[in-house]
């Protein structure tokens, strides 16, 4: 499905059906609409209060593993001298996961609907993370607002709300007293409130893959490149944040903070899930290389067809 929806944005690109501004209102479409409405609709239907509480050892797992692994991708782009245009796009490629529209479905296929409370725990840390630190070091690393600074004269970058509070922020912000105060609002809200919620966030998937197509397109497909910034972030991607997460796990074990099997299973198998999907519209948004970007997601979406399998063996004999 992924391969087939990118497949139909590159071909509608290569036939001229899109102007060259049709892709920045695109990524306008999924950061401002789309996603807040998904990021909501996700948070009052899937989330409890209680469940968050009872799964809390796997929540700080989580928080640790990515917060790790972006300080070890910080010291291997520092240590590479990789460039401002990359750097960003790169971290967060290492660490950030397509949980929602990637990782869903393979842990079901994987494990069954039993696994989908552990799922939640991944998926609201990963988004979370995503919306707020990663935004903001992308919003601070955008190589252009450093030059606009120093044209100005000014010797630190200042932050607008839209970089602190970014638009999908908003999706999760407006949630949580939902989930304090309403917990059944997916059921109490308005039908038509309800599907247009699910409606819009269903962009979210096609939109982004369309996007992503679209690049390709720009870039060419046979150009897309496996460098050693791109083979970087595969290791990371796939050898690293499992392995990080197996040791987290394996040293709360040690400390007497057992994880059941599945919820241990599931949180390695999301942590070596592809890259999130609107990686290259937070590139193209702040700046940043967008055909390395492009090339991180679709590397990532094809290759983890083989990673997945490999280490579901692991964990099995191990």
């Known amino acids: 499905m992924l391969i087939i929806l990118m497949a139909i944005g590159y071909y509608m690109q290569g036939i001229n059906w ?20 998904a990021i909501f609709s996700d948070m009052i239907s899937k989330f409890k209060i209680d469940d968050m509480i ?3 050892p796997g929540i700080v797992y989580v928080i640790l593993s990515i917060f790790i692994g972006y300080f070890i991708s910080w010291l291997v782009v520092k240590a590479l001298h990789v460039s401002k245009e990359r750097r960003i796009v790169m971290m967060a490629g290492f660490n950030i996961t397509n949980t929602a529209f990637i990782g869903l479905p393979l842990n079901v296929a ?34 252009t607002l450093s030059t606009q600074a120093v044209d100005k004269g000014e ?3 200042k932050l607008n709300w839209q970089h602190i509070i970014p638009a999908p922020l908003w999706g999760f ?8 105060w309403w917990p059944d609002a997916d059921h109490a809200l308005p039908t038509f409130i309800l599907q247009t919620l699910h409606g819009l966030g269903a962009l979210v998937t096609p939109l982004a893959l369309f996007y992503i197509g679209i690049m390709l397109r720009k870039f060419g497909l046979r150009n897309m490149s496996f460098g ?15 392995a990080l997460m197996v040791g987290i796990i394996w040293v709360g074990s040690g400390f007497g903070i057992d994880l ?6 599931t949180l ?22 967008v055909k390395f970007a492009t090339d991180i997601v679709v590397s990532t979406s094809t290759l983890f067809v083989i990673v997945v399998p490999i280490i579901m063996w692991l964990l099995t004999v191990y």
């Open 155 to 157: 010797r630190h970058m």
């Open 260 to 265: 059941v099997r599945l919820f241990s299973h």
């Open 18 to 37: 899109f102007d060259d501004k049709f892709a920045k209102a695109l990524s306008n479409i999924i950061l401002k609409v789309a996603l807040p409405c």
């Open 268 to 289: 390695v198998i999301q942590a070596a899930t592809p890259a999130f999907a609107v990686l290259p519209i937070l590139a193209d948004q702040y700046h940043c290389d």
């Open 173 to 180: 912000i407006v949630a949580i007293p939902f989930m304090i």
């Open 54 to 56: 009872t799964l809390a």
């Open 110 to 143: 994987l494990f069954g609907a039993i696994s989908l409370p552990y799922l939640i725990v991944y998926y609201l840390v990963n988004t979370v993370i995503l919306w707020t630190f990663t935004l903001w070091t992308f919003s601070i690393g955008d190589p």
């Open 228 to 242: 050693r910034d791109n083979i970087i972030v595969l290791i990371g991607r796939f050898i690293v944040a499992p």
